[in-house]
């Protein structure tokens, strides 16, 4: 990865720290580093005329000054512009402060007025205003206010911006043909825009700034939108131009033994055409010596787990590894088994890695890995760890992939172990992307869609529920069990109190297991050792449990057919998704199943309107994509990305939700302007991205 390119550093002073911490590197960085808001420093308004609550900029003289010590010690001036008197309070203050604030001294004050209501204090004051010497000139635009840490004062920004802005090269890098995304107006040039958004003129409504409606601000959001699409079509070409190259992906041809016509042989199941559609797109990538980079969708459910399987049946075949990375030690293990019990009859050797497993146990793991022993790896996060050598991967699968970062997809894409190759990557999602989405931040993904679910399934029938008529779901769970079904019973997790979950989860527990005499009630929660999880988990995959209460460790992929009730509880409490995905835990077999969604409004005389939105949407609909659309439509996409946040440059400054007419111009310009203006394209990028370009090819 190549980092952003700037001068060997010798000793930074603290304020230059605090800029490289605000990744502000380059010119260019710090002129893109734009005001959060402005102040009005470009006029002096009598206090006569001032309203209280107004921030106001006055000049005056100062009539009193002293130190009191109550209602605690601060130092009090008075200050007279000749309409009115106003004093000034400082609480912490130096002795220099003193003298500057001495009675006599004229100065021009900025802050905010206030009614004098405080104890002690009559008339109007200013809490610690800003001030400075009378006289000087008045600047004629806003003051900018950026945001900053700590230890870089504001005044050494504005500078520090200021050369910025002057030294960048601000050239435009988007031709004058191209200039009009949205017919009416043509785009402000950068330079122009850029010098606005910093040093507005003072008559500027300031509401078009706030709401970024501003001509300037159309200008930013569409070079970084173009900028984002322009790198991501990059990398896709990369990718296609490594086809030449002599090594770069694995081409994985199908050999005599075609372990995937045995696994297809062995299957339960014949593939839904969906299945097979998917797989061929898959197979097409991976018979090509160029890396494969897709996402697999598909919602809860309709069987990505034998597509990855088929997938790594051909990669081991064609003598290379396999590894597949799941987000929770449950998860892996029961991929583990699925994958174990599938592949180890086809003569494949399957090798397991969890952070919790035993050393010896993961000594032998990692040899087999190294000697190239085991054709499928599968586990955790522990696949990326360092010490983990492979002798030959190929694929990389990485499941439930919104629930990784960035960092640890591009390590284990890292793991092949020759700098000219790169192993086939599959992401599997049940987490379907709408369309604006997947325009702007996956535009460089190949994308394969489950659209067909298993045949034989029933829909689920999905309930709401107030949590007063609990009784009643505890008699519809006598009823499944009595017709030998398994139900799941899921409690909320809240993130700032584990330990309220627990006694949630665990009271629950007890009261299913007092209601239910001679049933066996599990307990799973996230707190529970590894082994303790992997003991409850396999009573009740092998149906000697019947039920299973869980806080939401069980959220993702988890597969126990005979499971045909699902009741969760607070689900006013869970994210729409993670409904939708814990829903998809049953309804995988024939029987007929359902959702109860158990909410309770707690001290409030009503569910809030999100939450509500979001059991209506969970009613109203079964589908993936539908539901994702609504998710999206409530939390907005910076939510919806999630883990995503941990390296992709999200977008500064556009909106999708609003600028979706500026992602749709930078969309078809980005090509265009590759082939026509390759050097511009390469210029914008830079300017934008610098070195963080490599983050998107994650
Ligand atoms: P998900 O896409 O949510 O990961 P899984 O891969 O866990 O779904 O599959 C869900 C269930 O459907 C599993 O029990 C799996 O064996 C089964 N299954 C997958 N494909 C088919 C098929 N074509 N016909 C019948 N059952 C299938
Ligand atoms: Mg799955």
Not at 667 to 680: K, V
Not at 684 to 696: C, M, T
Request: charged share 20%; glycine share 8%.
């Amino acid at each position: 990865m190549t980092t952003p390119a700037h001068p060997p550093v010798k000793a930074l002073s603290g304020p230059q720290k605090a800029l490289h911490k605000l990744g502000l590197v380059r010119d260019i960085d710090l002129a893109l580093h734009l005001p959060l808001r402005y102040e009005d420093e470009t006029r002096i308004v009598r206090l006569l005329d001032a309203r209280d609550g107004e921030v106001v900029q006055i000049e005056g003289q100062i009539t009193h000054s002293e130190i009191t010590l109550r209602p605690r010690r601060q130092l009090r001036v008075t200050l007279d512009d000749g309409s009115d008197t106003c004093v000034l309070r400082f609480l912490n203050f130096y002795p220099s402060h003193q003298k500057t604030l001495g009675v006599g001294a004229r100065l021009r004050v900025r802050g905010e007025l206030r009614g004098g209501s405080y104890a002690g204090s009559f008339g109007r004051e200013m809490v610690h205003p800003s001030f400075k010497l009378a006289g000087g000139e008045l600047p004629d635009a806003l003051t900018p206010v950026y945001s900053t840490v700590a230890g870089l004062p504001q005044a050494y920004l504005r500078r520090a911006v200021l050369g910025g802005l002057a030294r960048a090269d601000l050239g435009d890098t988007i031709p004058a043909p191209f200039t009009s995304p949205c017919r009416t107006q043509p785009l402000w040039n950068l330079a122009d825009a850029l010098q606005f958004l910093h040093h507005p003129r003072p008559d500027v409504a300031l509401a078009t700034l706030e709401d970024r409606s501003h001509p300037a601000w159309q200008r930013l959001k569409a070079e970084e939108l173009l900028a984002q699409q322009l790198s991501q079509l990059q990398a896709r070409r990369g990718r296609a131009a490594m086809r030449a190259a002599v090594l770069s992906g694995p081409a994985l041809h199908a050999t005599q033994a075609c372990l995937q016509q045995q696994l297809l042989a062995c299957l339960p199941f014949r593939l839904t055409a969906a299945q097979q559609r998917v797989c061929t797109e898959i197979e097409a990538d991976l018979t090509k010596p160029i890396p494969m980079h897709r996402l697999l969708q598909g919602d809860v459910g309709a069987g990505k787990t034998v597509v990855a399987a088929l997938a790594a049946a051909r990669c081991i075949d064609a003598g290379w590894q396999c590894a597949l990375m799941a987000p929770t030690e449950i998860l892996a293990e029961q991929h583990f088994r699925k994958l174990v019990g599938w592949l180890e009859p086809l003569g494949i050797t399957t090798a397991w890695l969890t952070g919790s497993q035993k050393a010896r146990e993961r000594r032998e793991m990692l040899a087999l890995i190294e000697s190239g022993a085991a054709g499928l790896i599968v586990g955790t996060h522990a696949v990326i760890q360092d010490k983990v050598k492979f002798k030959h991967l190929a694929l990389a699968i990485i499941d439930e992939q919104h629930r990784f970062g960035v960092a640890q997809r591009l390590a284990l894409r890292s793991k092949m172990g020759h700098d000219e190759q790169e192993p086939h990557l599959l992401m599997m999602t049940a987490t379907p992307i709408p369309r604006t989405l997947a325009m702007s931040y996956y535009a460089d993904l190949d994308v394969s869609t489950l659209d067909e679910l298993p045949p034989g399934r029933t829909p689920i029938v999905t309930k709401v529920v107030s949590e007063a008529r609990r009784d009643e779901v505890t008699a519809r769970i006598r009823g499944q069990l009595a017709e030998g079904r398994q139900i799941y019973w899921v409690c909320p997790l809240i993130e700032e109190s584990e330990s309220i979950d627990l006694v949630n989860a665990t009271q629950t527990h007890q009261a299913l297991s007092a209601a239910l005499p001679g049933v066996t009630v599990g307990l799973l929660h996230s707190r529970m050792p590894p082994a303790e999880k992997k003991a409850v988990m396999s009573l009740f995959t092998s149906g000697q449990m019947g039920v299973l209460v869980s806080t939401t460790v069980i959220e993702v992929g988890v597969d126990v057919p005979n499971a045909s009730l699902m009741v969760i509880e607070h689900a006013e409490r869970f994210g729409l998704s993670q409904l939708h995905q814990l829903r998809g835990r049953v309804g995988r077999g024939a029987a007929a199943s359902a959702c109860v969604l158990l909410y309770s409004t707690g001290d409030a005389p009503r569910l809030g309107e999100m939450a509500k939105a979001r059991l209506k949407a969970m009613l109203e609909t079964n589908d993936g994509f539908e539901i994702a659309r609504r998710d999206l439509e409530i939390r907005g996409p910076g939510e919806f990305l999630g883990a995503r946040q941990s390296g992709a440059p999200l977008l500064r400054f556009a909106d999708l939700a609003t600028d979706t007419a500026l992602l749709v111009w930078a969309r078809e310009l980005a090509p265009l302007l590759l082939d026509q203006y390759p050097e511009l394209a390469q210029r914008h990028v830079l300017r934008w991205l610098g070195g963080k370009a490599e983050y998107l090819k994650a």
